[in-house]
Structures are given as C-alpha cells and as structure tokens.
C-alpha cells in the first residue's frame, strides 16, 4: 500500500492525539481573533474605492481639500389634518429654535423655511463636529424635537435630514442582523438535529463553524493592513463561514457514522472518513477558494476585501474538518451520537437502505434520460431568460425602508419641498495659475448646456462654481430637472461628458472628471459589466482544471461547470423575474427599483458557484466511488446520489433557510442577496442535484470518466472505466475518492 495522502495523515494524528489537537485548536482561534483585535482595522479610503470617472472625480475633489460641509439636520412641521396653521407653526418653530441653541453639538438654527404651498415649516439645524459621526450624535437633537411635539400636540414636528435618517437606517440594520442571527443559528440546529437525530451531532458542525468565522475575522483584521477592509467584509465571512463550515462537517460526520454502523473502530472510521468526505472537503474548499479569488480580478477595493474575507474563512474552515473535527469525532466515539431524539433518531441513525424518495425522484433520469434532461435542461433555460433583460443600478434613498418614523418624514418633506432633480459634478484639477481660465472655460460649458432641455437652466446669479483653497481644483455642480434613475439623467450625464473635454481645451496641465450620483451608478454599472467576463472565465478555467486533476476526467470537469453555469443563470432569471418587477412586492415586503442592484451579480456568482461546487465534488465522489468498485455506470449514479442525498439535503437546507432569513431584512440589497443565493441553493441540490445530473452521467456512460493519458494516472488515482486504468480494481475498503 502506497503512502497515505496527508489529509490522512493528519486525520489519524488528531484522532490519536484528540487533547493536543482540541488545544491547538483553541489557540490558534483565540490567537487569529486576540492579534486581529490588538492590530485593529484598516478600513478602505474613499481612493480605494474609487471606480471609473465618477471615481476620479472624487478623488479630484478629495484632493482639493474643500473642507468638509458641516452637517445639516432640519425639524420638520407639519398638519396632522387639514390646513396647517401658519402661526401655530411658527409658534412651534420658534420654541424648537430656542431648545435646540442649548443642545450640545448644536453649531446653529437657521431661519424658518416655508414650503411654497404653504403645507410645512422647515428648520434647518447645523451641527457642530465631524459631519462623518453627525448621525451618531444625533440623538440629542431628536430629544429635543420630541419635546417640542410634547408640547404642540396639534401639530407634527419631526426630526429629518441626513444625520437623522443615517441614524435610523444604522438602527434598523442593526435589529435586522440582530435577528437574522437570533433566527439562524435556532432553525440551523433545529434542522441539523432533524438531520443526525441527537444534540451532540448537530452541535459539532456549528461550533466547528462558529469557530472557523472567529479565528477569520482575526485573521481579516490582520490582512486589512495589506488589503483595506470594507464594511461588509465581516458579514460575508459570518455568511460564508457557516455556510461552507456546517457543510464539511455534515460530510465528515455522517461518512464517520456510516464507517462506525459498518462495525468499525472510531479511529478507523475518522481515517475512512478523512481519505472520502474529507478529500472532499479539501476539493470542494479548494474549489471556493478559486471561486472567491476571482473577486480580485474585478479591479474594486470592496470586492478584494469580500475575497480576502471569504477564502480566510474558507481555508481555515477546510482545515477545522482536518484536525480539529477528528480529534473530536474520536474523543466522543458513540457519544456524538447522544442525547437521541428518540422518533429523529429512529428517523435517521436506524435507517437502512436508500428509501422510497430519491430512488422514486430518480427513476425518470435512470430509465429516460435523454427526454428528463432534455426538459430539465429546458425549463432552467427558461427560468435563465430574463436575465437577458438585466438591469443594474444602485439603490437610492427611495429604496430604504419606509418602516422609520425618520423615513415617513423624509417623504413629507419631499412631498412639501418638491426635490429639482439631481447634479452632476464637473471636477477640475490645474494650475492654480489657469484657474481663472477654467472658471470662465465652466462657466461657458454651463451657460451651453443650460438650454439643453436635459440640464435644468442656469440660475441668474450664474452657475455653481467652488474653488479649492490652493486655486488648483474646480467643481462646477450642473442641475438636470429629473430623479438620478431615469433615463433622461443618464442621457444629460452623457451629454455632459461630450462637451466637457471641448471646453477645457487649450487650458495647459488640466485633468477632469464628471461625477455625482448618476455618473456613480453608470460607472459601476459598467465596471460590473466589464469586469463579470474574466471573473466568469477566470473561475471556469481554473475550476476545470481542478475538477480535471481530481476526477481524472475532463468530461466529469467540463459538465461540473456547465451544470454550476446552468444553476447561477437560473438564478439570475429568477431575481429579474422578482425583483425588476412588482409582482412579489407585496410578499416580499420591498418597493421595485426596476433593477438589481449593481454589486450583486458579480458577487452572487462567485459565491453561488463556490458553494454549489460543494455538493457537486460530495455527489460525484460517492459515484466515482461506486465506480472503482466496479459497480455498472447507471447503477452507480444511483447510489452516488441516494447514499449522499441525506447530507446534500440537510446542508441545502440549512443554507436556504439562513439565505431566506436575509431576504427577510429592510433593505433591498439584503433582500435581492438572501432570494438569489436561496433559490439558487435549492435549485442547485433538486433540480440540477436530482435531474440534470443523473440523467447527464447516465446518458454519457462510460464517457463520463474519460480523459487523456497523461491525465488518468494509475492505482488509486486513476480514471475509471477507461483503458490504462491501473493494473487492479482497489480493494473495496481502500476506495476512496480522488
């Protein structure tokens, strides 16, 4: 017998040694988490995350060093019914003044504003400070406020502007996670329970997972200093993290309890389950690694910091399930399988044989696989169409949830002080000696676009023009009467881009750029799309030639990513389908922004595609297995799919349930994330797991495990069913996969 593979090696050292290798373990997560906290956090710059012209022109703007606007909060009155009253309403706004001058932070209170129909009274309130902590310092400003409404209870008087909306947005999301992890881990072990049948089994692969998300978090702040962070590098990997770690342990865990029901040892059973489901592991993980390192390609500070995140808890995931999970598999021995849930238990552990269901489900793929994957493969595409008609965009202020008092008087005060649109942002950087000459250049530029009907006319005091300090950078702000997502602003963005170059020429040493919100959401828009192409090719390529090594197989790698390409499409339709338009509004709790928003189809598939790889490496080696032991193609597909279905469903399971918790949450890019990664979870581990698989193995036959000779190797690593195979058939208790 040759030399066992280290995955192996390692299994059988921790099952041997469970103490050394349960307090290693604990060190190295107390260590990961301890030293990422004494480092502390480098988060992403404003540069950083700079893309396209829009990016540059923050950057042109940052560089003028302007000098922060101090921030702007308001208090906002208004009728409860009927008619306000004018003098009720001053009376009102003159009592808030008065309060809010003696509030800390409070710089100044500005005159009252009437709205022009005469429905509000606006008071503006500046704040003293950092304007980048306004909304954490708000709330003695609402205190106030919500005196004065005490006191004018014939009247509304809210709080409302930036600060106060940031503030209730910051607690909103906070009670939304706050739930979905109250929610997650309940229904993960609840589901986990139901899947072993006892406590203990269900609770190894979440605190195997718990872990694993720890120790990379440390491990995150760490590579911070290398990489910048950025807000949602944390949320990914407790996402990710106990996705990919309740995954390997199901796969270890069960493998080990089938060795043990076959009358194994307990360090027997472990070894058998590190050179199967554990090679699996290491495939699957490796495979999620490439997924995820495809981020880096996208050229984006934000995504690069999501791939630092997501293959730090990935990699030590993969080498918990090494180490850590045999040592404790072996320590417990029969104990993992206590206290039993007696009719779970009954359910589970005491099953023989595959059951009624999935042979029942795999009938049509067996007996006729030509028409099942035909009509599977059929209705995928169709569910895949309309992403043809994919739109991106960023969410605006009009996609918060209306759920917070802050939100409702964000909208009356728009209905009482009717928004002019949006501004584009034309930054200029020069010598400070040409800065009169780019003055007049901007100032030509916006008198010509001032009677296109797509900007909005220059004022008579002339156009917007602010100046650095040092003369050197310009910034002419040009209105377009229409909200940032339409049509018509894109087109006036466009525009403007066209004629800027032609007004700045002549001036010597100049460089510009168009920003603003419009031009932030087109730039990235077409950044995604630029960039999705090599991340797709990027992840193919490297994905089959993982899939080729381990399979020795290039038809097995080739329909691996076919079926995952089939999968994420699908998905992708689906969140057209639900989200462009306004069909689900209603059971979903959200308000159609006619688009998804811009970050997500690139972000979904890398981590759809990683995840899905899990269940496709578990599936196939249990086939490939099946295979080895000369077991015939179609008799195999069926016992590679029905003896892993147990596990498969569980993992999808958990997944779906936790995804679906964030489709639960206020905002829509939580909402669009936890549907797409959802539906394409259980699209993954039904149809594509239980159809299109088995009718596609079953149809290609022996052709599934063919590959060049260089490829097919020899022994135990050789491709079966093809000449040149190896010289003898693995003993059956040494087969393993890969």
């Given at each position: 017998?040759?030399?066992?593979?280290?995955?192996?090696?390692?299994?059988?050292?921790?099952?041997?040694?469970?103490?050394?290798?349960?307090?290693?373990?604990?060190?190295?997560?107390?260590?990961?988490?301890?030293?990422?906290?004494?480092?502390?956090?480098?988060?992403?710059?404003?540069?950083?995350?700079?893309?396209?012209?829009?990016?540059?022109?923050?950057?042109?703007?940052?560089?003028?060093?302007?000098?922060?606007?101090?921030?702007?909060?308001?208090?906002?009155?208004?009728?409860?019914?009927?008619?306000?009253?004018?003098?009720?309403?001053?009376?009102?706004?003159?009592?808030?003044?008065?309060?809010?001058?003696?509030?800390?932070?409070?710089?100044?209170?500005?005159?009252?504003?009437?709205?022009?129909?005469?429905?509000?009274?606006?008071?503006?309130?500046?704040?003293?400070?950092?304007?980048?902590?306004?909304?954490?310092?708000v709330e003695p400003l609402r205190a106030a406020t919500a005196q004065v409404q005490t006191a004018h209870p014939a009247l509304r008087v809210e709080q409302v502007g930036g600060p106060s909306i940031g503030k209730?947005?910051?607690?909103?999301?906070?009670?939304?996670?706050?739930?979905?992890?109250?929610?997650?881990?309940?229904?993960?072990?609840?589901?986990?329970?139901?899947?072993?049948?006892?406590?203990?089994?269900?609770?190894?692969?979440?605190?195997?997972?718990?872990?694993?998300?720890?120790?990379?978090?440390?491990l995150s702040t760490l590579a911070s200093h290398l990489v910048p962070a950025s807000d949602s590098t944390s949320s990914v990997i407790l996402l990710i993290g106990m996705a990919v770690g309740i995954d390997y342990?199901?796969?270890?865990?069960?493998?080990?309890?089938?060795?043990?029901?076959?009358?194994?040892?307990?360090?027997?059973?472990?070894?058998?389950?590190?050179?199967?489901?554990?090679?699996?592991?290491?495939?699957?993980?490796?495979?999620?690694?490439?997924?995820?390192?495809?981020?880096?390609?996208?050229?984006?500070?934000?995504?690069?910091?999501?791939?630092?995140?997501?293959?730090?808890?990935?990699?030590?995931?993969?080498?918990?399930?090494?180490?850590?999970?045999?040592?404790?598999?072996?320590?417990?021995?029969?104990?993992v399988d206590r206290p039993r849930v007696p009719l779970l238990w009954r359910l589970t552990a005491r099953r023989t044989g595959p059951g009624w269901f999935w042979p029942f489900v795999l009938r049509p793929a067996?007996?006729?696989?030509?028409?099942?994957?035909?009509?599977?493969?059929?209705?995928?595409?169709?569910?895949?169409?309309?992403?043809?008609?994919?739109?991106?965009?960023?969410?605006?202020?009009?996609?918060?949830?209306?759920?917070?008092?802050?939100?409702?008087?964000?909208?009356?005060?728009?209905?009482?002080?009717?928004?002019?649109?949006?501004?584009?942002?034309?930054?200029?950087?020069?010598?400070?000696?040409?800065?009169?000459?780019?003055?007049?250049?901007?100032?030509?530029?916006?008198?010509?676009?001032?009677?296109?009907?797509?900007?909005?006319?220059?004022?008579?005091?002339?156009?917007?023009?602010?100046?650095?300090?040092?003369?050197?950078?310009?910034?002419?702000?040009?209105?377009?009467?229409?909200?940032?997502?339409?049509?018509?602003?894109?087109?006036?963005?466009?525009?403007?881009?066209?004629?800027?170059?032609?007004?700045?020429?002549?001036?010597?040493?100049?460089?510009?750029?168009?920003?603003?919100?419009?031009?932030?959401?087109?730039?990235?828009?077409?950044?995604?799309?630029?960039?999705?192409?090599?991340?797709?090719?990027?992840?193919?390529?490297?994905?089959?030639?993982?899939?080729?090594?381990?399979?020795?197989?290039?038809?097995?790698?080739?329909?691996?990513?076919?079926?995952?390409?089939?999968?994420?499409?699908?998905?992708?339709?689906?969140?057209?389908?639900?989200?462009?338009?306004?069909?689900?509004?209603?059971?979903?709790?959200?308000?159609?922004?006619?688009?998804?928003?811009?970050?997500?189809?690139?972000?979904?598939?890398?981590?759809?595609?990683?995840?899905?790889?899990?269940?496709?490496?578990?599936?196939?080696?249990?086939?490939?297995?099946?295979?080895?032991?000369?077991?015939?193609?179609?008799?195999?597909?069926?016992?590679?799919?029905?003896?892993?279905?147990?596990?498969?469903?569980?993992?999808?399971?958990?997944?779906?349930?936790?995804?679906?918790?964030?489709?639960?949450?206020?905002?829509?890019?939580?909402?669009?994330?936890?549907?797409?990664?959802?539906?394409?979870?259980?699209?993954?581990?039904?149809?594509?797991?239980?159809?299109?698989?088995?009718?596609?193995?079953?149809?290609?036959?022996?052709?599934?495990?063919?590959?060049?000779?260089?490829?097919?190797?020899?022994?135990?690593?050789?491709?079966?069913?093809?000449?040149?195979?190896?010289?003898?058939?693995?003993?059956?208790?040494?087969?393993?996969?890969?």
């Amino acid at each position: 017998m040759g030399r066992r593979p280290v995955t192996v090696r390692v299994a059988r050292w921790s099952a041997e040694h469970p103490w050394r290798a349960l307090a290693l373990w604990v060190v190295f997560v107390a260590v990961c988490f301890v030293g990422g906290n004494a480092a502390g956090l480098q988060e992403a710059t404003a540069e950083d995350m700079a893309v396209g012209e829009s990016g540059r022109a923050s950057v042109l703007i940052e560089n003028g060093a302007f000098g922060d606007e101090p921030a702007i909060d308001n208090v906002l009155i208004t009728s409860r019914t009927g008619p306000l009253d004018s003098a009720a309403a001053k009376a009102a706004a003159t009592d808030a003044a008065t309060r809010l001058r003696g509030v800390p932070g409070v710089a100044g209170v500005g005159d009252p504003v009437p709205a022009r129909d005469g429905s509000a009274l606006l008071l503006p309130v500046t704040m003293s400070g950092d304007p980048g902590t306004a909304s954490d310092r708000v709330e003695p400003l609402r205190a106030a406020t919500a005196q004065v409404q005490t006191a004018h209870p014939a009247l509304r008087v809210e709080q409302v502007g930036g600060p106060s909306i940031g503030k209730a947005l910051d607690d909103t999301l906070g009670a939304d996670f706050k739930r979905a992890e109250l929610l997650s881990l309940p229904v993960t072990l609840a589901i986990l329970i139901i899947a072993f049948g006892a406590l203990i089994a269900a609770g190894v692969p979440v605190l195997l997972a718990l872990s694993s998300v720890a120790a990379a978090i440390g491990l995150s702040t760490l590579a911070s200093h290398l990489v910048p962070a950025s807000d949602s590098t944390s949320s990914v990997i407790l996402l990710i993290g106990m996705a990919v770690g309740i995954d390997y342990s199901l796969f270890y865990v069960r493998r080990e309890r089938e060795e043990r029901a076959k009358g194994r040892g307990h360090v027997d059973a472990v070894e058998i389950a590190a050179e199967t489901s554990g090679h699996a592991v290491v495939v699957s993980g490796t495979a999620v690694v490439i997924a995820m390192s495809g981020l880096f390609l996208a050229g984006d500070a934000i995504f690069s910091s999501l791939a630092v995140g997501s293959i730090l808890v990935v990699a030590v995931a993969v080498i918990g399930s090494l180490t850590v999970l045999p040592a404790l598999l072996a320590k417990l021995g029969r104990w993992v399988d206590r206290p039993r849930v007696p009719l779970l238990w009954r359910l589970t552990a005491r099953r023989t044989g595959p059951g009624w269901f999935w042979p029942f489900v795999l009938r049509p793929a067996l007996r006729r696989p030509l028409p099942t994957l035909l009509v599977s493969v059929g209705l995928l595409l169709a569910l895949a169409a309309p992403a043809l008609g994919m739109q991106l965009k960023f969410p605006g202020t009009e996609d918060l949830p209306r759920t917070t008092p802050a939100m409702q008087a964000y909208d009356r005060l728009a209905a009482a002080y009717p928004s002019n649109g949006t501004s584009h942002l034309v930054a200029v950087q020069a010598p400070a000696a040409q800065a009169a000459a780019v003055g007049a250049a901007l100032s030509g530029l916006a008198t010509r676009v001032g009677g296109d009907p797509l900007f909005a006319p220059v004022e008579k005091s002339g156009p917007e023009i602010e100046v650095s300090p040092d003369r050197r950078v310009s910034v002419l702000s040009i209105a377009t009467p229409f909200s940032s997502r339409s049509d018509e602003a894109g087109r006036s963005l466009h525009r403007l881009r066209d004629e800027v170059p032609a007004a700045l020429a002549g001036i010597p040493g100049v460089s510009y750029a168009v920003g603003g919100d419009v031009a932030a959401s087109e730039d990235y828009a077409a950044h995604i799309w630029r960039k999705l192409p090599v991340v797709v090719l990027f992840v193919l390529v490297l994905t089959f030639l993982v899939m080729a090594w381990t399979f020795r197989s290039v038809v097995v790698a080739l329909t691996s990513i076919l079926l995952n390409l089939l999968s994420a499409a699908a998905a992708y339709g689906l969140l057209v389908l639900v989200f462009q338009h306004t069909w689900a509004e209603g059971l979903l709790g959200f308000t159609s922004m006619g688009a998804i928003v811009t970050w997500l189809p690139l972000f979904l598939f890398v981590v759809l595609f990683g995840l899905s790889m899990d269940y496709h490496v578990f599936v196939v080696s249990r086939i490939r297995e099946a295979v080895l032991r000369g077991v015939p193609n179609r008799q195999a597909v069926a016992e590679g799919i029905t003896g892993s279905a147990g596990v498969v469903s569980s993992a999808a399971i958990v997944m779906v349930a936790v995804f679906s918790i964030f489709a639960t949450l206020s905002t829509i890019d939580m909402k669009q994330l936890g549907v797409g990664l959802a539906a394409a979870i259980l699209l993954d581990a039904t149809i594509i797991r239980a159809v299109v698989l088995p009718s596609l193995m079953t149809l290609l036959g022996p052709a599934n495990w063919w590959a060049p000779r260089f490829l097919r190797g020899r022994g135990r690593h050789a491709a079966p069913g093809v000449p040149g195979a190896g010289d003898r058939m693995p003993e059956p208790e040494l087969v393993r996969a890969g």
